[in-house]
């Protein structure tokens, strides 16, 4: 028997029964096509951009509000300029033609392990714990938002969304299941393993500054 | 408070937990003024030993069976059963109808008398009302929330509520007051290195309060916490609750020398 | 991993006398329990959640077997691989397998509790591989050839300067003193790993029947690096851990950073779903899944089930005072504290495991606690029942619970033999209200002393009193 049946049948047999009939099958996997909904945070905020700001920001990362995906170039030059950044970044082409200025070299591949700074598109926003959500995909590399030492994160106003479940109920009229790798980010990278004292920067971005445009 | 309306003079056996019954008595004097202060009949019945909780919490589930049969019928027939323990109190009223699962006759019996039971300061404040009460003390005291009392029994704002009332007593809660004491039965004997650090480590917390008296609700935590305090050489005095409460705590505290 | 759950006694008579453990454990409080707490209280929804989340773990156990195979289905709709592992070394074959087909060298790993049960990075290394810990945790104690001692936190016995001279050796760089220096020297050196491992292992904390992803919850984003620069990843997870939908999730996730840390939410919450897809850039090409068993189904259906409901938080250690007293190495196996103290009778077996449930007051702060309400007190009293029944209890505090039981049966010499014995004592102690030592002592006059009785029984002075009422 192999370890798969061997294991399954340890389960029945523990349970005291043999495989689920039909109904009992088609009752859960009913449960799984329509899944129940359960108590949420309360999240009655009428600004949900105030919230997502408010609780991104309480864990160290910075936040800016642009009027234009246009506008993306000059706040990321101005972001640079502040923390002396090289004009050199990696860009999800998710983002579309940017016009970025004289000097700048933008590369929309994966990240390397010299790339210091990432720019990419959020799918949406979480109000409620104030997290981005990412979605992998050829036009949104997923590298871009680990490896560079500071994160830009744009962020159209209106997807800003309530609640996770928010995010499940898009994702599932997106109608492509889960994409291969999906990242609630909620701040910069932090570690508390030296004496439980937090500190930023562990191994993913230090630095993680959202643009929220519109 | 209950849903049942209180008879006028309710009868209450007094459970005598063994450490009471044996290591102090005025406990146990202590509780039945308190009982009958508060309007109730108190009654003491011969026929009761111990709870079976050694037997419970060291794997002897049978031995805690036959104990706990005693115990039901010895007091099954009071309006309520009370005791000045919330470690004993909490065995009778979470773990006994547990202990009959397949005995349906004797799990009725079980959930009957569990329903019933209670440990002292809850029942005078959530049962009788009582809300104050006519004692003395001069001093400033600490409470140890003792674990079971606290978290089986939701023993936490009475003892405190009823220690407000009491002239001349001074109440200084300490850190982490909700944190074992390293008492936990045959624990402390067991591991008795584990137990110290942990004594102590409550006693650094009553310490810095500057309180001069320790009380509790359970005396096995007391009996190790001012055992602890002697050897230490500490002046700080120990008293169980309901002594100080019913105005008993004139005479030497846990461990003291008489005086 | 080593089982040294047989020496608790000895390691935890140690640990008590180590002033850096007992430092760092001390650290403890501000750092988790009153973070916790202060989450708990901000969010009004919190305690209906733990029940929902206990609901829905309760509903995947009496269901696991359709869930796995719905879970398995989605995994391999995505191109991944699920593997069955029965025990450890079905564990370790299976992975040993997949870093040989991938012509591996270098493995990187992200923090697993569950391969630390399967032994394998021992595994791993004797067969010739670099295995390089990634969660900065687990990277220091693999310089310190330590097992972790928490589960979320598995450096937490070690001081900032044992963590300095743990890197000055292993970096061959100028001691740094200061804590962010000894991330930064941390960042750079792993980063280079990253990058060049073939394969990346990490845990899963859930695992989505509906999607068929894994779930990492991390603040570090070493798990994040770990799965996607290696070509192949290997995620490590219990059978128990599948949960059916996102909405489910989504339940976890409001209670498993605040139980653990007393974050709102950590910094990474990452999905992975079967390997790179057409046109993607980056993401590993292979993408596995080693369910492990080991002991696992055994728990379904017994008086245990309640303990596969548990989301390995730390919450219930963080809040014991005996783990808080001697720390995770003292419980000698992978898992420590409460829950580790009902998992490794249950997986390793009862010879050896003796004192892990007896090491324990009963005082429930760890069940007031457990964001799936698991009753671990109960749990670890049924263990000693079990011990009981398979005669392990020792033999004197067998004969003293049968003599206890005998005399306590028989009001009538109970009662005589206490007035006795309170006589003796009361007459030992002279007037001094206090014993130093006693006759026959079970452990009780080492740290402190008997308050003496006064010499008479309550019932005894009661029925003097008021007659036989």
């Known amino acids: ?214 | 408070m209950t849903d049942t309306p209180v008879k006028p003079r309710p009868r209450v056996g007094l459970f005598a937990t063994c450490l009471m019954n044996a290591m102090r008595p005025s406990i146990g004097f202590a509780s039945a003024k308190l009982l009958e202060d508060a309007g109730c009949h108190v009654s003491v019945p011969a026929a009761q030993t111990c709870c079976g909780q050694p037997g419970l919490n060291s794997g002897d589930e049978d031995g805690a069976r036959a104990l706990a049969k005693q115990l039901i019928e010895a007091f099954e027939d009071f309006d309520y059963v009370v005791g000045p323990s919330g470690s004993c109190m909490a065995t009778i009223r979470h773990d006994y109808p547990g202990l009959f699962a397949d005995m349906a006759d004797w799990r009725k019996r079980a959930e009957a008398l569990a329903a019933k039971s209670y440990e002292l300061l809850s029942f005078l404040t959530d049962v009788m009302g009582v809300t104050e009460v006519d004692a003395e003390y001069h001093g400033t005291i600490t409470y140890h929330d003792s674990c079971s009392g606290l978290r089986s029994l939701g023993v936490k704002g009475q003892p405190r509520q009823l220690l407000g009332s009491v002239k001349g007593l001074t109440i200084k809660e300490m850190e982490d007051t909700d944190v074992c004491c390293g008492f936990g039965g045959t624990f402390c004997v067991k591991y008795p290195e584990i137990s110290e650090k942990m004594a102590d480590d409550k006693l650094r917390n009553a310490a810095e309060t500057g309180a001069d008296t320790l009380l509790g609700g359970d005396l096995g935590c007391l009996l190790h916490l001012a055992g602890r305090l002697r050897r230490k050489g500490s002046p700080v005095r120990v008293y169980h609750t309901a002594e100080v409460l019913a105005g008993l705590a004139d005479g030497p505290s846990l461990g003291e020398e008489n005086r | 991993m080593e089982f040294r759950s047989p020496e608790f006694k000895t390691r935890a008579v140690h640990a008590l006398h180590d002033a850096n453990l007992q430092k760092a454990l001390s650290n403890t409080k501000a750092g988790f329990v009153v973070k916790r707490a202060q989450a708990a209280e901000a969010m009004p929804e919190f305690e209906a959640l733990r029940d929902t989340a206990a609901e829905i773990k309760n509903h995947v156990l009496n269901n696991l077997d359709h869930y796995l195979e719905k879970y398995e289905a989605a995994v391999t709709a995505a191109g991944g691989h699920v593997h069955y592992a029965t025990d450890a070394e079905d564990a370790r074959r299976i992975i040993l397998g997949i870093c040989k087909k991938a012509g591996a060298r270098r493995i990187t790993k992200g923090k697993s509790m569950v391969s630390e049960e399967m032994g394998l990075n021992e595994a791993l290394i004797a067969d010739g591989y670099e295995v390089v810990e990634t969660d900065l945790g687990e990277y220091i104690i693999q310089l310190a050839d330590e097992p972790p001692s928490h589960i979320i936190a598995p450096a937490i016995h070690k001081t900032k300067d044992q963590v300095a001279d743990l890197f000055a050796a292993a970096h061959h760089k100028p001691r740094k003193t200061d804590r962010a220096e000894l991330v930064a020297e941390a960042r750079e050196v792993l980063r280079e790993k990253y990058f060049t491992a073939e394969v990346g292992i990490t845990g899963g904390n859930f695992l989505v029947a509906e999607t068929g992803s894994s779930v990492i919850v991390t603040n570090e984003g070493n798990g994040d690096l770990t799965q996607t620069l290696a070509k192949v990843h290997i995620v490590t997870s219990g059978i128990e851990r599948v949960i059916p939908t996102l909405d489910d999730l989504s339940v976890f996730l409001r209670i498993l950073a605040r139980s653990a840390t007393g974050q709102e939410t950590e910094s990474y919450t990452t999905f992975s779903t079967g390997p790179r897809r057409e046109g993607d850039v980056d993401g590993p090409e292979e993408y596995h899944v080693v369910l492990l068993d080991n002991g696992r189904s055994k728990m379904l259906g017994s008086r245990f089930q309640d303990m596969l409901r548990c989301i390995r938080c730390g919450a219930c250690m963080n809040h014991c005072p005996v783990y808080g007293s001697i720390g995770g190495h003292a419980y000698g196996w992978v898992y420590p504290g409460p829950m580790g103290s009902v998992l490794t009778p249950l997986i390793k077996g009862m010879d050896g495991t003796y004192d892990l449930p007896n090491a324990c007051t009963l005082n429930g702060r760890c069940k007031s606690v457990c964001p799936v309400r698991i009753p671990l007190p109960d749990l670890l009293r049924e263990i000693r029942h079990n011990q009981f029944r398979k005669d392990m209890t020792p033999k004197r505090q067998k004969q003293a619970l049968k003599l206890w039981r005998y005399v306590a049966e028989r009001p009538k010499l109970y009662h005589f033999a206490e007035r006795i014995g309170v006589r003796i004592l009361a007459s030992m102690a002279g007037g001094k209200g206090k014993l130093r030592s006693l006759p026959f002592d079970p452990g009780w006059t080492g740290a402190r002393d008997l308050p003496a009785p006064t010499g008479r029984t309550f019932l005894e002075l009661w029925q003097a009193k008021r007659g036989d009422q």
């Open chain 1, 1 to 214: 028997m192999s370890s798969r049946d061997t294991t399954l049948s340890a389960i029945r047999k523990a349970l005291g029964r043999g495989p689920l009939d039909e109904a009992a099958r088609s009752k859960l996997d009913a449960r799984i096509a329509t899944p129940p909904q359960h108590i949420r945070a309360t999240v009655d905020d009428a600004d949900l951009v105030a919230r997502f700001t408010q609780r991104f920001e309480s864990r160290a990362g910075t936040t800016e509000r642009i009027h234009s995906l246009a506008d993306v170039p000059t706040s990321v030059t101005a972001l640079a300029e502040r923390y002396g950044i090289a004009p050199s970044a990696v860009v999800g082409s998710a983002l579309g033609e940017l016009t970025w200025p004289e000097g700048w070299q933008i590369d929309h591949g994966a990240a390397g392990i010299e790339v210091m700074l990432g720019v990419s598109l959020a799918w949406r926003g979480i109000a409620e714990t104030g997290s981005i959500l990412m979605l992998s995909g050829p036009e949104r590399p997923i590298t871009h938002n680990f490896v560079p030492e500071t994160h830009v994160v744009v962020l159209p106003v209106e997807h800003i969304v309530r609640h996770y479940e928010d995010c499940w109920v898009a994702l599932r009229e997106r109608g492509q299941g889960a994409p291969r790798a999906m990242n609630f980010i909620s701040g910069p990278s932090r570690t508390g393993d030296v004496e439980q004292t937090i500190e930023l920067g562990a191994h993913g971005p230090r630095r993680m500054h959202v643009l929220i445009v519109g």
